[in-house]
């Protein structure tokens, strides 16, 4: 029982009857002092207190003592932790103090060990060069030894030399000396006229001498009969020394005195090489030259011609390469070009006569050989561009005669080139376009493909390629906008490279000051400054990958920028202009990008380099030491995607420095490293020789040259540029004409949508036309007036073709700021006979016969009302007034079509010179294609003058034609310019100042000399 349970009794009074024992002990304990018993306790409730009260004493002496135990422990804990804490503490820094003892103690142990080695290694050191001096010494003693040997031996073979050079110099005077007198005695030979190096006085006399109807005899060959006559000399170039029978100026009536022009062509070809006396030349350099020309000359079955021609042009390639370098006349030299011209005479001459010419090379007892007519007019018309070059050259025309050779003799040539092309997987789009640059258009074809032959790499690899047609490429229109971004990796490997993203932001600041926003390659996101740091431009297609990446606008593969920063650093620049980054999207900002296209061409024009990146050019591997890697090369570049787009025809246009990226023929480096590529400059796979290069090399170096740094003087020049090349939108075509033109500055024309605009002002900036731009056939911007002339776009003008001779003879016309244009022309008034019905036909423009159109383009020229065709009425109104009307030439040729135009008055120019106005009613075909000269008139005329009369006026009254005041036309603007001719006809290359020789119609009048 407990205390509380005791006390609680007492209260109750249970303590009277029931007193606990254990209580009555506590009161014996203390019976003495209470007088207590044993049963019954009176003041058993004081003791009871009492004992509570020394339980709880008791209980807190206990806690006391168990809390002062749990004290004494704790300190004890305490104690022995901090007694083992220091213990480990002491430790710790005893093994510290130990470590760093014996870290120093290893320091000092090596530092002695490296201070010992050096020791050694220096005492080593200078034993090895107390070793090293002591052979110098021993070696230079030997050298000075052998050299004293080897200049006693020099000078004694000095000494030898010197007196065999003697004995040999002897020699060479003794043999130059019989030279001197044999070709001394040759020279006497020669008459007093050949001599002042004009004409041979044998050949005049021989030429008067004959009889009316005489001609030369004919000559007969085997195709394998030699045409070159064999070497009669061995000192220098056998076709270089002055001998009898030189022909020292060209004149095209010695046609019928050196062959008979009735014979067979071939024949007759054949006797010109005879009678020409070439020999076969044995001289070092003629022979070295005339490896690369053979290389270079047109293949050709008839292989004695082909040799023929590969002595001439070497010999004369040779020789001193222009007249203009020349201080004397080079009878030799003209002796070549002479006899090349007349071959072009004999050409002429069937032409004119309308005597076809065949393959077929009569050969003795009656034999005949047929040989094929295109590969000979091929190697002369390669000589005759050989001429052009060496300002030798024979041609009174500009470009080369389409009907020259007959269709029937060039067509198989061209089916054939043709079908090879498609086998190859070429497009034959590309193909047309690269020989229609030329001349002689469609017969270019087969040089083109066989020069394709030589490298595999100049294969289209696209699949689609062989389902173009002459006409349409499939890839020329395609929208490339949302091609997937090109990696800078090897094909089939994944690049895994992240996005490279350029702040928006930052594009405004260089774009409003009209600054290119160049981006540094060595810090990204970082704009240089473009006037002032050297900088590379990008020239690409967005085919390959390289544009604006679809989704994620200012972002390019960083791979590729990477790419464009090495090959920058290989050109010395530190930024890179590239269209995907520094053109702001559309959808950023339209008007910023507006503003940026508009200035696009002046980047490319004053970065220090433009890049042209091309998948289809790195595929091609450019072989250090080929002589023909760059013709081939050329020929990449004219058949590269790139090249076929209009865009990058204007940045060639604009650019100064254009390097391209070629594949490398070193396989050791990886696709994606730079030094995989090959960085070469775009002139030189263009600067070569006619006589030295192909003539697929000749045909495409010509047509990158038009289209790079040279200045746009027509407007035919702009379409020759853009004719052959695509855009992704049929709208990108004005902006960029007017960029060509000089006007595309204009932020507000970029922003411009009608085509109509964009024509008066292209045509005002360029300020010139060619006659031939003119018989474009459709409808024009306006029925009178300013630019009545004109298409409503200039896309629907007819392209000039392009020549490798002296170019456009006729000339240009002006183009006047009032929309007016004027120039002299061929022209006749109209006829009774021309008014009858079939006469004259309306033209259809050959843009829409000829070209095919996607519906994209279909879609815009609906739009924009292009290509719309006059009504007929338009031909038969205008014929109810024949004596209103006239006909204006294009050309002197034989074309059939003609610019009918109402004749307005006659007004007096700034110069007095009388001028014509007239009317553009429209393009007509004349069935009898033949020029009656005594009918026509050289005048200068003008179409669209805005103060012209309204009316038709008969003019037959004021201008008479064939009257001896009837043009006051200077003779420069004349077609067909013969200013450069002799009063016979004869281009004379030695009629030039400082002379001091007059002549007449044979040859010189020297002093005290009887012409007859």
Not at 461 to 490: I, K, L, V, W
Not at 836 to 845: I, R, S, V
């Amino acid at each position: 029982m407990g205390l509380q349970e005791a006390l609680r009794q007492y209260q109750a009074g249970d303590h009277l009857y029931n007193l606990p024992e254990s209580y009555c002990d506590l009161c014996r304990h203390f019976k003495d002092y209470y007088g207590c018993t044993v049963h019954y306790c009176r003041k058993y409730r004081y003791h009871l207190d009492y004992a509570a009260r020394c339980q709880a004493a008791m209980r807190v002496a206990e806690e006391r003592r168990l809390a002062e135990e749990q004290r004494v422990a704790e300190e004890r804990r305490l104690a022995e932790e901090w007694r083992l804490a220091e213990e480990r503490r002491l430790a710790e820094e005893w093994r510290l103090a130990e470590q760093r003892r014996l870290a120093e103690e290893w320091r000092l142990a090596e530092e002695r060990r490296l201070i010992a080695e050096r020791k050694a290694a220096e005492e080593k050191r200078i034993a090895e060069e107390k070793r090293l001096a002591e052979e110098k010494r021993i070696a230079e003693e030997k050298r000075l030894a052998e050299e004293k040997k080897q200049a006693e031996q020099k000078r004694q073979q000095e000494e030898a030399r010197r007196a065999e050079e003697k004995v040999q110099a002897e020699i060479r005077q003794a043999q130059e000396n019989e030279r001197r007198k044999q070709q001394q005695e040759e020279e006497d030979q020669i008459d007093l006229p050949f001599r002042f190096g004009v004409g041979n006085g044998d050949d005049i006399t021989e030429m008067l001498d004959k009889p009316d109807g005489w001609c030369p005899d004919r000559m007969v060959f085997s195709s394998q009969d030699p045409l070159l006559d064999s070497t009669r000399t061995s000192n220098g170039c056998a076709n270089h020394r002055v001998r009898p029978g030189l022909w020292p100026r060209f004149d095209h009536q010695w046609l019928a005195f050196k062959v008979d022009v009735q014979d067979n062509f071939l024949n007759a070809l054949g006797a010109i090489c005879k009678r020409s006396e070439l020999q076969h030349c044995q001289n070092t350099k003629c022979v070295h030259v005339a490896q690369r020309v053979r290389l270079a000359a047109p293949q050709c079955t008839w292989t004695a011609f082909r040799e023929w021609a590969v002595v001439a042009i070497s010999c004369q390639y040779t020789m001193s390469p222009t007249k203009s370098e020349n201080d004397n006349h080079d009878p030799p030299q003209v002796h070549i070009a002479s006899a090349i011209g007349l071959m072009n005479t004999l050409l002429e001459k069937h032409y004119e006569d309308e005597d076809p010419i065949d393959g077929v090379l009569l050969g003795p007892g009656h034999r005949s050989t047929r040989l094929d007519i295109s590969e000979i007019t091929d190697v002369i018309y390669w000589m005759l561009t050989v001429q052009t070059q060496m300002d030798r050259n024979t041609v009174d025309y500009a470009n080369w005669p389409q009907d020259y050779i007959p269709p029937r003799l060039l067509q198989p040539s061209i089916q054939r080139a043709e079908s090879r092309a498609v086998e190859l997987g070429l497009c034959l789009f590309r193909v047309h376009t690269l020989a229609f640059a030329s001349s002689r258009k469609a017969a270019e074809i087969p040089a083109i493909v066989a020069g394709v032959n030589r490298r595999p790499e100049l294969v289209h690899q696209n699949r689609g390629h062989e389902r173009c047609t002459a006409n349409r490429c499939n890839y020329m229109y395609r929208d490339n906008t949302g091609r997937t971004p090109f990696h800078n990796s090897p094909r089939r490997q994944s690049c895994g490279c992240a996005l490279l993203s350029f702040s928006h932001s930052k594009l405004c600041a260089p774009i409003a000051n009209g600054l290119p926003a160049v981006w540094s390659t060595r810090q990204i996101d970082t704009l240089v400054a473009a006037d002032s740091e050297p900088y590379i431009a990008i020239s690409h297609t967005w085919a390959d990958g390289t544009g604006a990446h679809p989704e994620h606008p200012g972002s390019v593969n960083s791979c590729m920028f990477q790419f464009f920063g090495e090959i920058a650093a290989q050109l010395n620049c530190v930024g890179v202009w590239w269209d995907a980054i520094s053109i702001p999207a559309k959808r950023n900002d339209a008007v910023l990008r507006a503003k940026a296209i508009s200035k696009m061409h002046h980047n490319y024009q004053n970065a220090s380099y433009t890049v042209v990146h091309d998948r289809y050019l790195r595929k091609f591997q450019w072989r250090d030491g080929d002589d023909a890697c760059a013709d081939d090369a050329c020929l990449a570049v004219a058949f590269s995607p790139w090249f076929s787009r209009g865009w990058t025809s204007l940045e060639l246009h604009i650019s100064h420095n254009v390097v391209v990226l070629f594949g490398a023929a070193d396989s050791r480096f990886d696709p994606s490293d730079s030094r995989s590529v090959v960085v070469k400059p775009l002139q030189d796979i263009l600067s070569k020789h006619p006589a030295l290069s192909p003539r697929a090399h000749r045909i495409a170096a010509l047509l990158i040259e038009k289209v790079w740094r040279k200045r746009i003087e027509n407007i035919s020049e702009i379409l020759a540029i853009l004719h052959p090349r695509g855009t992704s939108w049929p709208s990108d075509v004005k902006l960029i004409q007017a960029h060509l033109a000089g006007c595309g500055d204009d932020e507000d024309l970029a922003m411009e949508e009608d085509e109509t605009v964009f024509t008066r002002r292209v045509l005002g900036a360029v300020g010139a036309i060619s006659r031939y731009a003119l018989l474009h056939g459709f409808e024009t911007l306006a029925p009178s007036g300013p630019f009545s002339w004109a298409p409503r776009s200039i896309s629907d003008m007819p392209i000039a073709s392009s020549d490798d001779f002296e170019g456009e003879v006729e000339g240009n016309l002006d183009i006047h700021t009032n929309g007016s244009v004027s120039g002299t022309w061929l022209w006749r008034y109209l006829k009774d006979s021309d008014t009858d019905t079939g006469a004259l036909l309306l033209h259809k423009p050959q843009l829409l016969r000829d070209r095919m159109l996607t519906d994209k383009q279909m879609s815009y020229r609906l739009e924009q009302r292009l290509s719309t065709i006059p009504s007929y009425s338009v031909l038969e109104t205008a014929l109810q007034n024949g004596c209103h009307c006239a006909l204006l030439y294009p050309d002197s040729g034989r074309s059939e079509l003609r610019i009918l135009v109402e004749t307005l008055g006659v007004d007096d120019g700034d110069d007095g010179e009388k001028i014509i106005d007239c009317r553009y009613i429209a393009i007509v075909e004349e069935l009898d294609a033949e020029i009656d000269f005594d009918e026509c008139g050289y005048h200068k005329i003008r179409l669209g003058h805005p103060e012209a009369a309204e009316g038709g006026t008969d003019l037959r009254g004021l201008i008479q034609m064939n009257s001896d005041d009837e043009s006051e036309v200077n003779a420069d603007e004349k077609l067909g310019s013969e200013d450069e001719k002799s009063d016979d006809g004869s281009w004379d290359f030695q009629k030039e100042p400082g002379y001091g020789v007059e002549f007449d119609e044979f040859g010189p009048i020297l002093p005290g000399m009887d012409r007859y």
